[in-house]
């Protein structure tokens, strides 16, 4: 990967500070240099459920698109956060929530983005998020943070093949899992799944192509928490939504089974429905998404090893 493509995400960050007394707020943009896709510490994971931590924010605007993690735009709540990159960890914390506790208040945020020059413990946060905890003229806060272990999505597992992608070079990006994840699989037509490598700008990739599809893209969460679903099609540019919930995220009414720490086996696939890529709304846009479709069967097995 060029260092070209990975600093296309923090082009589009400004990050917004108060200069000793001064009441007015500067915009600064970072340069190439710090953006370079170094190779991430060895033992770089995004921050642990349960486990709180200090730290300090700040806050920035996205100005087009979702961020490193390559969403096709922020969350349409506009609550969401970049991470430094030990707890960015090359995109291993893409996906996941963290509750973030400020002077005013606490906000659930959707990690969408790296800060390429925070330290550990300083995050930012979007503009809206801030001003959820704080007063922005304040323009950096203490706060503690801790993530969140199962939270609710807006909808199901949605899938993006990213442009260029054939039946020789396979790139998928997958959305609304809830817990970061540890691994994704993929099966094109009998066989066994294989696992598919994750790049630091949050897609996962077969370099060698996974053939033409369609595909059954099986996923497993850092808490265990594994999905599948069918019917992916080799659709580059497409959000596919399809009716499976990762976790425990499916709706109260459906008919999800309880979590057991028996293996798992592939659950029925499911087939997803295509849809455009929408244009990716401001980050201060607040507006809800469809809960979807009922989920399929989600069980759990046990969490894969982290770092020691």
Not at 10 to 33: E, M
Not at 87 to 96: D, K, P, V
Not at 111 to 124: A, L, R, S
Not at 226 to 253: D, E
Request: aromatic share 8%; charged share 15%; proline share 11%.
């Amino acid at each position: 990967m060029t260092v070209e493509q990975a600093s296309e995400g923090f082009w589009r960050r400004y990050r917004w500070a108060v200069a000793g007394a001064a009441t007015g707020l500067a915009a600064v943009v970072g340069t190439a240099l710090v953006v370079q896709a170094a190779a991430a510490p060895a033992c770089a994971a995004p921050p642990v459920g349960g486990v709180a931590h200090s730290g300090k924010a700040t806050f920035y605007t996205l100005t087009a698109e979702g961020g490193n993690c390559s969403y096709p735009g922020p969350p349409a709540d506009g609550l969401f956060v970049a991470l430094g990159p030990s707890e960015y960890g090359a995109a291993a914390a893409c996906g996941g929530y963290l509750d973030v506790t400020g002077p005013k208040g606490k906000v659930r945020v959707k990690v969408t983005d790296q800060c390429p020059e925070c330290e550990p413990g300083h995050i930012d946060l979007s503009a809206k998020a801030f001003a959820k905890i704080a007063d922005p003229v304040q323009g950096i806060v203490p706060v503690t943070y801790r993530a969140v272990v199962d939270p609710p999505v807006p909808g199901p597992i949605s899938f993006r093949v990213k442009e260029g992608a054939s039946r020789y070079w396979f790139a998928v990006l997958v959305d609304n899992h809830a817990n970061p994840l540890s691994t994704v699989e993929i099966n094109s037509g009998g066989g066994a799944f294989r696992k598919l490598q994750r790049a630091d700008y949050n897609y996962w990739l077969a370099e060698s192509g996974a053939g033409a599809g369609p595909f059954t893209i099986r996923i497993t969460d850092v808490h265990g928490y594994r999905a599948t679903a069918g019917g992916v099609t080799l659709t580059p540019g497409k959000v596919q939504k399809t009716k499976v919930y990762a976790g425990s995220t499916a709706p109260k009414s459906s008919a999800a089974s309880t979590p057991t720490s028996a293996k798992p086996s592939p659950t029925a696939a499911a087939s997803p429905t295509l849809i455009p890529a929408a244009t990716p709304p401001p980050a201060v846009r607040d507006e809800g998404a469809g809960a979807g479709a009922a989920p399929t069967t989600v069980v759990i097995t046990p969490p894969p090893p982290g770092c020691g």
